[in-house]
């Protein structure tokens, strides 16, 4: 399939798919015209990368991880690296939310004196 089809059946804007590509994520075949041609494998790729970055995993993190999925977007078999990784992306993802907790706490007090003032 071509990049268009690849996109729509992804949901992966075509200029994702080519920066995934450039960075060695994807590795579509290519016609004798050079144009890519993306198989079902790309197509599971694309979507298993969507997920994980839709669950807040960088690149880094998905370039480890992608080789280790197996059947269904979220079961992955055990790879050297998994777990480091996994333990890593989870401790960032903490450090964010008690970074949002903070913050959502100082606009609730600005709001709290507000309201005092009578504003």
């Known amino acids: 399939m071509r990049i268009g089809e690849l996109a729509r059946r992804s949901g ?8 995934y590509e450039q960075q060695g994520l994807l590795r579509p075949a290519r016609t004798e015209a050079r144009y890519r041609d993306y198989g079902e494998a790309e197509l599971l790729a694309a979507m298993r990368i969507r997920q994980l970055n839709e669950s807040g995993l960088k690149l880094n993190a998905i370039r480890i991880l992608l080789p280790c999925m197996v059947d269904g977007p979220a079961t992955f078999e055990p790879c050297d690296e998994i777990r ?13 939310l008690h970074d949002l907790r903070e913050s959502r706490d100082i606009v ?4 709290a004196s507000l309201e005092r003032a009578g504003l």
């Open 108 to 111: 609730v007090g600005y709001l």
């Open 12 to 19: 992966v804007s075509e200029r994702m798919l080519r920066y």
């Open 84 to 96: 480091s990784v996994l333990t890593d992306e989870l401790s960032q993802l903490e450090r964010k």
